[in-house]
């Protein structure tokens, strides 16, 4: 009687060990996994698009727009006024202020000299966040995180990096990086917006 239990709960095991390792919900994306939800305040998100940056033919990060409601075109984005969240994973190492350079960049261009002007403070904070940590590794990863009425945090390796950006257009301007009218990577920008299936790495101009 006893054998027979054990060979019961052996098998029982058996079953439920793989329904259990598939139970993950998470997708791959260049290589690292990206979980298909994410919770933001008191919000659970939903994965809405993600993709991988490329410079040239390499891969820079993979990244991930996570929203309370499902958004095909920027507008639909920018103008939710739920929680909202960018995650990215590094695919290499890069230095960490060039990246905030970068990111100030591509906000001052996409965005007029006006909506710029209001969120310098924000820019700034930003551009002293990156500095500070010098350097990003492949694996690590980070948040821009948006909760209404609270502002836009910076959550590096899942720790806020400072006080939250209190600037309301800020986020906006954050997301016009990928979404704007001259986004980072226009790619990326179409699979944020779930509008690629699989994301095509470019062709090596030498092969």
């Known amino acids: 009687m006893i054998r027979r239990l054990f060979v019961l709960a052996f098998a029982a095991a058996s079953v439920a060990l793989p329904v259990a390792s598939q139970a993950a919900d998470t997708i791959d994306v260049g290589g690292v996994k990206l979980d298909t ?8 998100l939903q994965l809405n ?23 095909t075109t920027p507008e639909q984005v920018l103008s939710n006024t739920g929680p909202r969240r960018m ?16 990111f100030t960049k591509s906000m001052e261009q996409n965005a007029s000299r006006e909506e710029f002007s209001k969120i310098i403070p924000g820019v700034i904070k930003m551009g002293e966040i990156f500095a500070a940590r010098k350097k990003l590794n492949a694996g690590d990863y980070f948040s821009i995180d948006y909760i209404p009425g ?18 309301p257009e800020f986020f ?26 699989k994301q095509n790495a470019p062709k090596d101009p030498f092969n």
């Open 87 to 102: 995650h990215i994973v590094m695919l290499r190492e890069i230095d960490a202020n060039e990246l905030g350079k970068l």
């Open 37 to 44: 939800t994410a919770q933001v305040g008191n919000a659970k």
């Open 49 to 71: 698009g993600s993709g991988v940056r490329y410079k040239a033919i390499f891969k820079v990060y993979a990244a991930g727009l996570y929203l309370n409601a499902k958004a």
């Open 150 to 167: 609270q502002g836009t945090s910076i959550v590096v390796l899942g720790k806020p990096a400072a006080e939250p950006i209190k600037e």
């Open 172 to 197: 906006a301007a954050l997301m016009k990086i990928w979404l704007g009218k001259s986004p980072a990577d226009a790619q990326l920008k179409d699979a944020l917006l779930g509008a690629a299936s």
